[in-house]
């Protein structure tokens, strides 16, 4: 059995628009994983929405997360510890496969990585999801959430807690199995979410296929976008 169920019925409810993008990376990495069993990682998963599509009865699923409220709330079919990423409480070469999604950018990325290469079984996977820092969408949603926060202590103690956004690079012991670059002006869709505007999947679709013929006409335009999703496999 592979690890994840690819449901198209699942929305990643965090950035719904990722959605699609998600499940084209969790395919992946369906097919680069040869085992039928494992112990999956979800660091900083908060209420762990990709439990509900994991293979649960095949694969040991842990949530890691510093957020007790989250961790309340993340179902009880799983395994939740609250802890760090900078300091994963499981055993050495323990564990198969790691995800983060909207994560990295709240820890330190270096002792991150060097804690995978000490937790992850050689042939582990990491699966990163990560918001990108250069999308001009984005970036105005930044500044004026920043503007916000000179008037709301929460908003303001909130981008204090982002540390870096991630940028892809190699890691060393590790090898690249996939890198993809999405979102250039489909972020639209995350002030949308926030506004709770409705809109139809026909408008959706052809935002995005609007996006999708820039960035490969434009690849500059990849340096931009808002998503980044990578896979790393140990060696």
């Known amino acids: 059995m592979k690890p994840f169920n690819i449901d198209e019925r699942w ?59 989250k961790l309340n709330l ?49 042939g582990g996977i990491i699966a990163i999801h990560e918001n990108g820092p250069y999308n001009p969408l984005i970036i105005i949603a930044r500044i004026i959430q920043r503007f916000i926060g000179l008037f709301n202590k929460q908003h303001w103690e909130y981008r204090n807690t982002i540390l870096e956004y991630y940028k892809f690079r190699e890691i060393e012991g590790f090898e690249i199995l996939r890198y993809s670059q999405t979102g250039f002006i489909t972020p639209i869709f995350l002030y949308m979410q926030i506004l709770s505007f409705k809109y139809p999947k026909s408008l959706f679709n052809f935002i995005t296929s609007i996006d999708n013929y820039l960035l490969k006409k434009i690849p500059f335009l990849k340096k931009m976008t808002f998503l980044n999703s990578v896979i790393y496999r140990k060696i």
């Open 11 to 69: 929305v990643y409810e965090n950035v719904i628009y990722w959605t699609d993008e998600i499940l084209i990376n969790l395919s992946y990495l369906n097919y680069f994983y040869k085992k039928e069993t494992g112990m999956i990682l979800d660091i900083g998963g908060g209420y762990a929405p990709f439990s509900k599509i994991t293979n649960l009865t095949n694969y040991t699923y842990i949530l890691v997360d510093p957020n007790n409220y």
């Open 74 to 122: 993340a179902p009880n079919n799983i395994i939740k510890i609250n802890g760090y990423a900078e300091n994963i409480p499981v055993d050495n070469e323990s564990v198969d496969i790691i995800l983060t999604s909207s994560c990295l950018q709240y820890i330190d990325q270096n002792v991150f990585f060097f804690e995978c290469q000490r937790i992850l079984k050689e």
